[in-house]
């Protein structure tokens, strides 16, 4: 048995009765269940639809998002979320080059990371070489001036906790971030690099291991064997090349706002919600959001 789910932007909450309708009698699914209305809706399946991809370019045009899933196991007892353009709105490192006055270069090497095109580790010392000689007071101006948390990131993960669950959040950027963002959302942890410094200044290294693609999936590992668990129990999201490990290995991996070339490796693509799409995914209705 399949799940369908049907997810406007929040912003518009656009979803129509009839829209959600002809796609189940197109599909000859089961009972429409609305878990907001307006923003998502679900309706069971036996079989997966041969033109599912169709459709969902169709309907993506249109501004919807479109899932298929298993209905069995749908909601998780892990949440692994990259921070970075996922869980926060801005990339953390293009911030702090930006006062450094290297914006520009550290983005272009952000972004071919991101891509796919560069290699993670290499392109994390390149741009962490850009910041030496920074004050690590920018690090503070940028947390309180600049670093907003994404929407519906509050809800995922209090939700997810309510029912038991555990969230890590797991970042290729910096503790000095992570901390206060983990601390912001509610996690149970963070994992993610060290920012080095020394007498106030930053010294254009980055702490070894450097924590990257392998590590995130190592992480995955880890947490779910501590909790008698498997990559199965997981809800995985992030948006970067060095998230694709943990989405392709987690029972859900959601590429939310992803790198065309991340989205097309993942089944689970949201372009027009945000990160409460992942409890719609998992069958939370509205009512059952903590906020």
Known sequence: MFTVTV??????????????????QDWNGGPVIWLNSGIAAEFPLETQPANFWQIWEILQGKGFD?????????RKSVLLADMDSTMIDQECIDELADVAGVGP????????????????????????????GLAETAIGEV?????????????LVATMRAQG???????GGFTVFTGPVAAALGFDEHRSNELLADEGVLTGQVGLP?????AKVEALEAITAARGLTPADVI????????????????????LHA????????????????????????????EEFEN
């Open 165 to 171: 669950a555990y969230a890590a959040l797991v970042s």
């Open 236 to 255: 995985a999201v992030g948006d970067g090349a060095n998230d694709l490990g943990m989405l392709q290995l987690a029972g859900s991996g959601v590429a």
């Open 7 to 24: 997810l406007a932007a929040p912003q518009r909450a656009n979803l129509s009765p009839a829209l959600v309708d002809e796609l189940r």
């Open 66 to 74: 479109l899932a298929i899933q298993p209905t069995k196991g749908r």
């Open 259 to 286: 790198k065309p070339v991340v989205a097309a490796q993942v089944d689970l693509r949201i372009n027009h919600g945000d990160l409460t799409a992942l409890l719609y995914l998992q069958g939370y209705g509205a």
């Open 210 to 214: 450097i924590l990257g693609r392998e």
């Open 105 to 132: 270069r550290v983005a272009e090497i952000t972004a071919r990371a991101m891509n796919g095109e560069l290699n993670f580790h290499e392109a994390l010392i390149a741009r962490v070489g850009l910041l030496s």
């Open 143 to 155: 947390l309180d001036s600049r670093i907003t948390l994404a929407a519906g990131g509050r809800q």
